[in-house]
C-alpha cells in the first residue's frame, strides 16, 4: 500500500490523509489536528513527509498514513464507549505497545477527548509502553509539555517495561478494571506473541497489530473480542514495520542502520 500524504505542516498532511479517504471520522481528525507530529521527531522539515522517520535507538515513527489507518480502526471501539450506560461503565482503557516517541499515545488520548459527551465526566487511561527508557522519558516530557494535564491526571502514562512480557508491567494488569478496551502494537508481533494481549483485552474489547515472523509477509490485523470472550480476526492489508522483539536486538539493529 502506498500513499502520498506528504506536506510541509500538520494541517496539510491531515488534509492530504482526509483527500485520500484514509481519515474519514471527525473525532480523528480532530485528534490528528490536535496532537502535531512535528513535536515527536527530531528534524520538524521530516515530520510531516508520509513515510517512516528514524528517532533513534532502532526505532521508527510510522508514516502518517499507517497512523491514521490504526486510529480509524480504533475509533469505532473508542465511539461506541460513549453508549454505554454511565452507571455501569469503566473508565475507557487504551494501552500503546512500543510507544515509542508517543504519538500514538498522545493521539489516543486526544481520539478519547474529542469522543466524550459533553457534560459527562472524562473517564479514560491511555498507557504507553516502552522499552527504550530514553524514549519513554522523552515522549514523557514531550506530552507533559504539549498536555500536561494528561500527566498530572493520569490519563495518560508512559512506563518503561518490554512489550512482549505485558504481565511483568507494573499497571497492566488483567483483573476487570485493568483490562484494556484497545491495544495498539506499533511493531510487527510474531504470530505465536499475538494471544498474549488477547486476556488483557475487556469483552468489546479491539487489538490492532502488524503481525508476521520474520521472513515473511506482515499483516496489519484486526482482533475483536465478543461478548462471549470469543476471539474474531481480519486482515486489512500488507504492512512493513520494525520488529517487535528485545532492547539488545533492536539497539544492535539500530547500530547498524545508523
Not at 500500500?1 to 474519514?24: D, F, H, P, Y
Not at 465511539?79 to 515509542?100: A, E, F, K, W
Not at 497489530?209 to 515473511?216: A, F, Q, R, Y
Request: hydrophobic share 40%.
Amino acid at each position: 500500500m502506498a500513499w502520498c500524504c506528504s506536506s510541509k505542516t500538520n494541517a496539510g498532511m491531515v488534509a492530504a490523509l482526509q483527500r485520500e479517504g484514509l481519515i474519514k471520522t471527525r473525532e480523528v481528525i480532530e485528534a490528528m489536528r490536535r496532537v502535531d507530529r512535528g513535536w515527536f521527531v527530531h528534524n520538524p522539515e521530516e515530520a510531516y513527509c508520509d513515510r517512516p522517520v528514524p528517532i533513534g535507538f532502532g526505532v521508527t515513527i510510522s508514516a502518517p498514513h499507517m497512523h491514521a489507518i490504526m486510529l480509524e480502526l480504533a475509533s469505532a471501539t473508542v465511539l461506541n464507549y460513549r453508549s454505554v450506560d454511565q452507571s455501569h461503565r469503566l473508565p475507557l482503557r487504551l494501552l500503546d505497545i512500543g510507544s515509542g516517541s508517543g504519538y500514538m499515545t498522545a493521539a489516543f488520548a486526544s481520539l478519547c477527548e474529542a469522543s466524550w459527551r459533553e457534560g459527562v465526566p472524562q473517564m479514560f487511561e491511555v498507557i504507553g509502553v516502552e522499552h527504550v527508557l530514553e524514549l519513554q522519558k522523552r515522549s514523557e516530557h514531550t506530552i507533559k509539555t504539549h498536555f500536561p494535564d494528561w500527566i498530572q491526571d493520569h490519563r495518560v502514562t508512559l512506563l518503561h517495561g518490554d512489550g512482549r512480557k505485558p504481565h511483568s508491567i507494573a499497571g497492566v494488569g488483567v483483573g476487570s478494571g485493568d483490562a484494556f478496551d484497545v491495544i495498539h502494537v506499533g511493531a510487527t508481533t510474531p504470530k505465536a506473541l499475538v494471544p498474549v494481549y488477547f486476556c488483557l483485552l475487556r469483552q468489546g474489547g479491539t487489538l490492532v497489530v502488524p503481525v508476521g515472523d520474520p521472513g515473511e509477509a506482515q499483516e496489519l490485523q484486526v482482533f475483536t473480542k465478543d461478548s462471549e470472550g470469543d476471539i474474531k480476526m481480519r486482515t486489512v492489508c500488507g504492512v512493513q514495520f520494525v520488529p517487535l522483539t528485545s532492547l539488545e536486538a533492536q539497539l544492535s539493529w539500530g547500530t547498524k542502520n545508523t
